[in-house]
């Protein structure tokens, strides 16, 4: 019996590695990368740049998964409002449409950032209620996904760090 294939965008980041190591036990494991391959600890490792559309699309249509977890993200620090924009809100719009143009399942990784803090805890019908570029661009993340793929799963996480080993 042959396993399933699974794609999870930003392997060479932080929770994707990890995610990547779990995932190769049950799945047929493919793992985007942008600039560090090194980083993909299990499964087969892909370039990916997320920002191009046209990429984002040949590379779901040729490895054909049957689910995909959106992990690729620029955090707070890691680049300008602009490309944190085109790599959280654009980026992840391409891969909902096309991970829904192959008829797999997304789980995609937003964070508790879309919301100020100030009302917790928040219920999942709460409007976003972003203060910052980071939270403004994952809450506008959160609506393409769900606009170009209606059966996607959201999953908010909070803060996650960790030694870079």
Same mark, same amino acid.
Do not use: C
């Given at each position: ?79 300008? =409002? ?10 992840? @719009? /391409?891969? *909902?449409? !096309?991970?829904? $143009? #192959? ?20 219920? =999942? ?10 939270? @403004? /661009?994952? *809450?506008? !993340?959160?609506? $393409? #996904? ?20």
């Amino acid at each position: 019996m042959s396993k399933k294939r699974l794609l999870i965008t930003g392997g060479s980041g932080y929770l994707g590695r990890r995610l990547t190591m779990k995932a190769v036990e049950r799945f047929e494991v493919y793992a985007t990368y942008h600039r560090h391959a090194e980083q993909i600890k299990a499964g087969r490792p892909v370039p990916l740049d997320i920002t191009n559309r046209e990429e984002v699309f040949r590379v779901i249509a040729g490895v054909k998964p049957q689910a995909v977890i959106h992990t690729a993200a620029i955090n707070p620090g890691d680049g300008s =409002d602009a490309r944190m924009w085109a790599v959280n809100v654009e980026g992840s @719009r /391409s891969v *909902a449409e !096309a991970t829904a $143009a #192959v008829g797999a399942r997304l789980v995609h990784v937003s964070s508790d950032s879309v919301h100020d803090g100030r009302h917790a805890p928040y219920p =999942d019908e709460v409007a976003p209620s972003p203060i910052n570029a980071y939270g @403004r /661009s994952k *809450a506008a !993340a959160e609506t $393409a #996904v769900i606009s170009a793929h209606p059966e996607a799963t959201i999953v908010r996480t909070s803060l996650i760090y960790g030694l870079t080993k």
